[in-house]
């Protein structure tokens, strides 16, 4: 696929299933992180890269962040927590990772960490994978980033899930590009 049909294509697909992509797709993904635009080239991003077993821990984390949050919560809600990252065969943890620097703030960090993230979820679709960006409470529950190992610097920007293709993909609508852009 080449570049323009990728950017103009791509959507996300929330029904995932596997096989684990191959490990040359993955590499791919992987590298297509380093390409986003990276002011001072700080590389200000990590990734947790959740398969197999883990996406077990990962939902066990899951569910001990909900229900550090709300004792009340029921099991049903419970399992529903511990069962997401089951949703796809490969969970990438996509990590913001602040590096002081006098020149780049914090928030261009962030903004690079989600273009890398961004730059992934093209690769993935270029190759004919599905993949998903999802956040939700989960992504900011210091829990979930205590038990992930992040520092106090460091922020979840997205999780991303990615798989195979289970099911259709959405229909595609004709943005009203033009009226985004003004002449100024
Ligand atoms: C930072 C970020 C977090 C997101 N979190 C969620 C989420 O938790 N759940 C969800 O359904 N969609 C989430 N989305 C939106 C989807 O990834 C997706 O972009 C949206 O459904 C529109 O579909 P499209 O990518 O095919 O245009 C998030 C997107 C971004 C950029």
Redesign the pocket.
């Known amino acids: 696929m080449n570049a323009l049909d990728a950017l103009h294509l ?3 697909v ?1 029904k995932l299933s596997g096989p684990l992509p191959s490990q040359e797709m993955l590499e791919n993904i992987y590298k297509a992180a380093f390409s986003a635009a990276d002011h001072a080239v700080l590389k200000p991003w990590r990734f947790l890269v959740v398969t197999g077993g883990s996406r077990e821990k990962l939902g066990d984390l899951f569910a001990k962040a909900g229900v550090a949050k709300d004792a009340s919560l029921n099991q049903g809600a419970i399992e529903k927590l511990r069962g997401k990252p089951l949703r796809a065969p490969l969970v990438l943890v996509c990590i913001s990772s602040y590096k002081p620097h006098p020149k780049v703030p914090e928030i261009e960090q962030d903004l690079s960490a ?1 273009a890398a993230t961004q730059n992934m979820l093209l690769a993935a679709f270029a190759q004919g994978l599905g993949a ?5 409470s989960l992504a900011y529950d210091p829990t979930v980033k205590n038990g992930l190992g992040l520092s106090v610097e460091e922020k979840i ?2 999780f991303l899930y990615i798989g195979t293709i289970n099911g259709g993909t ?1 229909q595609l609508y004709e943005p009203d590009v033009q009226s985004y852009f003004q002449v100024w």
Do not use: D, I, L, Y
């Open positions: 791509r959507s996300s929330p989600g998903m960006w999802r956040t939700g920007v997205g959405k």
